[in-house]
């Protein structure tokens, strides 16, 4: 059984389901900081890691799970918005729309979803183990008020460098005539979720301390 098989396995242990989810992130973490140091440059990096960004964050819908079932103490709802909206940002932006990925903003969100859930789950694991150190303690109360407008800031920016592309190959767009007799257009569908960003995310910001 691989790393990747192993970590698969343990999400379906509900005991050990903090340790695996940590342990997914710092495996992301830790392929992050080795291409850096080999290449000394982020360009090229979210090809490199991205088969493996891919399949945990897609694996986070668990979490949701996690939550209906009561493994977790937190709302559906908002976890579901979290994951949902990240499931959004890999697949039919970052994933979808290839010119952007060196884009520095893809970094920045990468980094602070990296740095977010290896926090959050120690906490979990050290809280399940009876013995949580106090910087733990700490920076996943205190990180998060840093690390979250940066996440969002990176995210809307990686939306808006993505809008050009988007505009020009009219990607998701489905024009008019057609045998539906519907239409949509990806472009403007990407400039309300950037003006809904901000209520949302502030929203979700005031209701995530009731629900850890």
Known sequence: MNNLDTLVF???SFEN????????????AIAMVRFYMQ???????YKTIQKTLKFFQTFAVLEVVHCAVGIVHTSVLVTGVQVSSRIFMVWFITHSIKQIQNEESVILFLV???VTEITRYSFYTFNLLNHLPYFIKWARYNFFIILYPVGVAGEL???HAALPYVKKTGIFSL???????VSFDYYYFLII???SYIPCKYYYTLIIPRTQ
């Open 112 to 114: 602070v979803w990296t």
């Open 39 to 45: 290449k000394g440059t982020y360009k090229g990096l």
């Open 10 to 12: 343990l999400e379906f």
């Open 157 to 159: 920016l990686t939306i």
């Open 193 to 195: 979720v950037m003006a």
């Open 175 to 181: 024009r008019l005539p057609n045998k539906y007799n």
């Open 17 to 28: 389901y903090p340790f695996s989810f940590f342990s997914r992130w710092l495996v992301l």
